[in-house]
């Protein structure tokens, strides 16, 4: 089993609707959950980062961590064009190294 | 430019042969590290580094050599190149705990 299972989509919506993302996890010991976007051929750039669970809106985006069901969310509200991409959860532990899913692919269409 | 920059963009080789990645950050962050991203796959770690001289294997190393002799500076060597080490390659750092930053990638193409 993964460590962090994402589904690949892809996902296609209209502009301004909103997008939810998931990732859910299995080692109960991960403490610091990122969500990075990638458009094409570029790097992953980070987008939010969490500490535990709870909470966090930048703008548009809402980063959500449940850590009782090890599962965590990004909801992209009024979503644009420019929002089409592939986005990545990754997580980590007390060690340094991160964890990350297979990404999603996100089209929105004017 | 501050930043972490990768070299070349693009390469193909063929297989058999050595090719080095390069890999140069500005911030002086101790810890860096190398992806290879695949359809399917995602991300999987090949090195870190959590400074200079202290390299330690991620989820793929075989085939790969890595190196750190300066803190700003990590290549990335494929000893002997193999078709199935034709992928994008992402350089990365951090200095904390909330998340790298990835370098633009090389997209290496082994025939």
């Known amino acids: 089993q993964k460590e962090v299972e994402q589904d690949p989509g892809p996902l296609s919506v209209p502009e301004g609707a909103i997008v939810s993302l998931n990732c859910t996890y299995s080692n109960s010991a991960f403490q610091y959950f990122m969500w990075y976007r990638q458009y094409s051929r570029k790097g992953p750039e980070l987008l939010m980062y969490?500490?535990?669970?709870g909470n966090k809106e930048d703008g548009r985006f809402t980063a959500q961590v449940d850590k009782s069901s090890k599962y965590i969310s990004l909801f992209i509200r009024d979503s644009q064009p420019s929002d089409s991409a592939t986005y990545l959860c990754?997580?980590?532990?007390?060690?340094?190294?991160?964890?990350f899913g297979t990404g999603t692919s996100l089209t929105v269409i004017p | 430019d501050a930043g972490i920059t990768q070299s070349p963009r693009y390469k193909i080789t063929e297989t058999g042969r050595q090719v080095t990645l390069m890999c140069h950050q500005t911030w002086s962050h101790s810890y860096m590290f190398w992806y290879r991203q695949d359809l399917g796959h995602g991300l999987r770690l090949i090195y870190y580094?959590?400074?200079?001289?202290?390299?330690d294997k991620g989820e793929v190393p075989d085939g790969y050599v890595v190196s750190r002799s300066k803190t700003e500076n990590f290549p990335l060597t494929l000893e002997s190149a193999t078709r199935s080490q034709t992928s994008v390659y992402f350089c990365a750092s951090n200095k904390d705990s909330y998340g790298y930053t990835f370098g633009s990638g090389t997209r290496l193409t082994v025939v």
């Open positions: 969490t500490y535990s669970s």
């Open positions: 990754a997580m980590k532990g007390t060690g340094n190294q991160f964890y």
């Open positions: 580094s959590a400074a200079a001289d202290i390299t």
